[in-house]
């Protein structure tokens, strides 16, 4: 009679997705991970497939909750720009605060794995994308109440949106001190007057 698998899926793709971010996709082993999730080497391959498609499902979970969270961070915002500026100094003050100074995992996966990659770079380009749609349909609702001017290119602003939200998870890892980070966000938020 077989065995049921009888493992969190949920925490073993927590428990890798820190060890990828951590080390990155070719420094992390299979012995690495094997130690870290607390399955056997048998058991990731049945679950997972390979060393790949664990990493393919983790790092798909970190996109998901990052724009999920950025969806619920600023669907609570009233103004458009107040809700930029605190998803920008959310980003930064999750950086500078990690002791290990991971930064984002899927600027470090991009980083690591494209080019060489067609399938991480497809992956990649949809996240992206989807974060781009968010940003558009934020910045939407601040030019249908006023407070971004009609002639505002709001396409081209989500996407330098998502450019400085990436980069600043880059940069907050070389940072000290988050001032001269928080100047860089009060330029960004006076491109939206």
């Given at each position: 009679m077989a065995r049921k698998k009888s493992f969190n899926k949920d925490d073993v793709l927590e428990r890798a997705m820190n060890l990828f971010w951590k080390q990155g996709f070719?420094?992390?082993?299979?012995?690495?991970?094997?130690?870290?999730?607390?399955?056997?080497r048998s058991s990731l391959y049945e679950s997972f497939g390979s060393k790949q498609g664990l990493f393919d499902q983790a790092l798909g979970n970190y996109c998901r909750t990052n724009r999920e969270g950025?969806?619920?961070?600023?669907?609570?915002?009233?103004?458009?720009?107040?809700?930029?500026?605190n998803l920008l100094e959310s980003s930064i003050h999750c950086t500078i605060s990690d002791a290990d100074k991971k930064g984002c995992f899927v600027v470090n996966s991009t980083t690591e794995l494209v080019p060489g990659d067609d399938e991480m770079l497809k992956a990649l380009s949809k996240n992206r994308a989807s974060f781009e749609k968010v940003f558009f349909e934020f910045l939407q609702k601040g030019q249908a109440t006023g407070e971004i001017p009609p002639n505002k290119d709001?396409?081209?602003?989500?996407?330098?949106?998502?450019?400085?939200?990436?980069?600043?998870?880059?940069?907050?890892?070389?940072?000290?001190?988050?001032?001269?980070?928080?100047?860089?966000?009060?330029?960004?938020?006076?491109?939206l007057d």
């Open positions: 070719h420094a992390t082993s299979m012995q690495d991970i094997v130690q870290n999730v607390g399955l056997s950025v969806k619920a961070l600023l669907s609570n915002e009233k103004s458009v720009k107040t809700g930029i500026r709001i396409k081209t602003l989500s996407g330098l949106i998502y450019t400085v939200f990436s980069g600043l998870n880059v940069i907050a890892k070389l940072e000290k001190s988050p001032k001269k980070l928080m100047a860089q966000i009060d330029q960004i938020v006076g491109l």
